[in-house]
């Protein structure tokens, strides 16, 4: 008992104490040791969501990148939402195949990549780091940094390795994967910066962005440049003040309210309600017009009176700029999907788009983006073009407009023309 009467030494900094959590216990009362174990490593914890790249050898085409949008698309229903820290977003390829081969008292393993690693075998080989593989035999252990020995082709590396880890364990909802310090993001994304998610639609697909407002209409980052790489986002898991305060049921005046399902079902049935909430609001969240993006609907939109369009840019001062993907309103390919929209036309009009081709004499256009076929009156010498329900109609030598009495409407395609005539 004497060393507990004599005190602590301030050079060993608490190094005497003999059991840590009474200690603690008895200077913060209760079992406040037992509610620290609980957080014990909390801000190391994280996730990593991987986005695989569909110009590797990957057959999901459920993974793409909108460069318009700069939005990143998956094949999992559970990607991050909106507000979500991202510690880092690391540049990664991923591993298709790893197999071990002994040479000697030793051996060597065969690293397969989804996509070419960029590793050049005519230079100085780098360390590479192993992140998220598991073996047959080895489990985890082969994680961490290895030193580059050859490069077999532009997919496979090989890595030292004494023992036989056994077989890599992979499948299409795990990844494993490799990365180094020349392996870089698309511009302007940076490594080791922190970043958020921004217009998540907490499905399958968001942007980033290195601040977040929960309140107002947040920016996201352009990506500028082609990108190479599979890429891990990586989010912190840990639990702050914060986090604890939502799951504090907040003080409600309206004794009738109440956070809790209707009935008296199971835990189960809640969730199923819940998740169906979520899936209606979700699905109506497509179907409002939003001012930060782009709208895409496959409904009819009905209109009484005029629609007015402006351009406060001015975006649209070249005829060029008019077939532009940012560019009016237009009128759409119906059978066309909302991932490919096939614009026809931005408004319907009564001016004329035909020509006379001056060496056949036909009546031409070119105007494609109309999605018609061309109006083509091909008659020569005795032949007479016929319309429904007029004959003897004769070719005008003179094609000035101004000589012409008569304007009759024709329908072709679904669009309305009018055909120019005089007695």
């Known amino acids: 008992m004497a060393i507990l009467n004599q005190g602590f030494v301030r050079e060993l900094n608490l190094d005497e104490t003999i059991d840590e959590a009474k200690a603690i216990n008895n200077l913060a009362t209760g079992s406040i040791s037992e509610d620290m174990s609980v957080f014990a490593g909390n801000s190391s914890n994280q996730s990593e969501f991987i986005w695989v790249n ?50 000697g008292i030793s051996g060597f393993i065969t690293i397969t990549t989804n996509m070419p690693h960029g590793i050049d075998p005519n230079a100085a080989l780098p360390l590479i780091t192993l992140e998220e593989t598991r073996f047959d035999i080895a489990g ?69 962005d290195d601040a977040y407002v929960e309140i107002g209409v947040n920016n996201f980052i352009s990506i500028t440049s082609p990108i190479e790489v599979d890429i891990a986002f990586i989010r912190t898991n840990k639990v702050e003040q914060q986090n604890l305060l939502y799951i504090i049921n907040p003080e409600v005046n309206d004794e009738e309210f109440s956070y809790s399902f209707a009935g008296s079902g199971s835990v189960e049935d809640r969730f199923n309600t819940l998740e169906g909430n979520i899936d209606s609001s979700t699905f109506l969240r497509t179907k409002k017009l939003r001012t930060d993006s782009n709208n895409a609907f496959k409904d009819e939109i009905k209109l009484e009176g005029h629609l007015r369009v402006f351009d406060p840019d001015p975006y649209n001062q070249q005829t060029s700029d008019l077939f532009d993907q940012k560019s009016g309103v237009y009128i759409t390919n119906p059978s066309s999907s909302l991932d490919d929209i096939q614009k026809l036309r931005a408004f319907s009009s009564n001016a004329n788009p035909w020509i006379v081709e001056t060496a056949t004499g036909d009546l031409l256009t070119q105007s494609s983006e109309m999605n018609i076929g061309d109006l083509n009156f091909n008659y020569t010498g005795a032949s007479t073009a016929t319309l429904n329900g007029l004959q003897n109609v004769n070719t005008a030598t003179n094609v000035d407009e101004t000589v012409f009495q008569y304007k009759l409407p024709v329908t072709v395609n679904n669009e309305i023309y009018f055909v120019l005539l005089r007695s």
């Open 54 to 103: 569909p110009s590797g050898s990957s057959t999901d085409t459920a993974y793409s990148f909108d460069p318009i949008e700069s939005s990143f698309k998956f094949n999992s229903l559970i990607a991050y939402g909106n507000g979500d820290p991202l510690k880092q977003i690391k540049p990664v390829h991923l591993i298709e195949d790893a197999v071990w081969t002994q040479s």
């Open 140 to 208: 985890g252990n082969i994680n961490g940094e290895h030193q580059v020995q050859s490069v077999p082709s532009t997919t496979t590396i090989t890595i030292t390795y004494d023992t036989d880890p056994g077989a890599l364990f992979a499948s299409s909802q795990y990844k494993s994967w490799i990365t180094y310090e020349d392996l870089e993001l698309p511009s302007p994304l940076a490594k080791n910066e922190k970043y958020y998610v921004v217009y998540s639609n907490s499905l399958d697909q968001f942007k980033v």
